[in-house]
């Protein structure tokens, strides 16, 4: 039987606007429209969307709350607090809670971070993605290298300890001696914690469609990557999980929670949740907000903002449990799997064989990770935990 409150909880904010989509993205972002941003009616949407999502966890308490998007620093302190109040009157939530804003180094005001730190933001994730301006036009980024030192500056002068820099490898023209020049440049700011990840053509974007030229094989790819966690591991960094690389005590605790299996209420246009029930059945529920901003802003009440609810089988519940917990480097236990699922761990003793004789996975019978040609290969592994 699963203990809902046994699992930690999450809350995630999706603020969906950028001042211009980038060709490789494939999240739910848009442009800005031509009248502005909707800051105000997206904002009592929200409200009340939460509302209406708390009742299914009333009680447990929020570990997180992650702000993400789109250019969530497009939004003022004022509606990011005003969330946040919201959050904390209808929801325990932990002393220590994480509360993550993504920001875009092209879209920083001064002083607007120690805004954002007064209402209770008290981790800031910057896209810097490269330090190279040439890369950064490649890609469609809107800032240049210097606006990512000077969102640093500001991040430090707001008081704001911790910090993430996303950086990106395999980009149009580079090569490894580029790749480890951008960790030498993060590594000067002094982040506390940085996600570096692969550049990948995602189905429908433009870079799907018209791929730049100049990429890397897979091999140079490859390269980069053992070079880059080579440095971050010599400059004190702990890789954690596939892309997730952090200072001691600085995991991002609020991706640990969709790793680890966790539950979390989405908000926002096309935001995904996951709920556990208490009831005695511990029936786990994922939803999915309305995709476009206009149909989410045009609901009129809570039900129909929801999109899709749906229930996950334990049929299904091997592989949406492996699909997350094999991406940390320490992998799982089988208490953890129990706990989470309600499942015995004996149902994963065919799979878990398999990978083992692929030399996927390790382990010792209580405690399963993937190998490192299972962390190279990793949706192979994944697929493995996939229903008969």
Known sequence: MIDADRIPL???VHLPWCVRKCPYCDFNSHALPAAGLPEQPYLAALLDDLEHAAAAVAGREIVSVFFGGGTPSLFSA??????LARARAVLPFARDVEVTLEANPGTVEHGRFADYAAVGVNRISLGAQSFSDARL????????SGDIERAVGEVRRAGI???NLDLMYALPGQDVAGALADVERALELEPTHLSHYQLTLEAETPFAKRPPPGL???DVAWSMQEACQGRLAAAGFEQYEVSGYARPGRRCRHNLVYWQFGDYLGLGAGAHGKVTARDAG????????????????AATDSASRVAETRRVTAEELPFEFALNALRLNSGFAAADFERCTGLSADVLAERLGHAMQRGLVAGDGGNWYATPLGRRFLNDLQALFLPV
């Open 216 to 218: 890397p094989d897979d």
């Open 78 to 83: 004022r509606a990011v607090g005003s969330i």
């Open 10 to 12: 999450a809350l995630y």
């Open 282 to 297: 511990g029936v786990i529920t994922r939803t999915v907000r309305v995709r476009h901003p206009a149909a989410y802003l």
């Open 137 to 144: 036009q490649a890609l469609g980024r809107i800032h240049a």
């Open 161 to 163: 300890a911790n910090l």
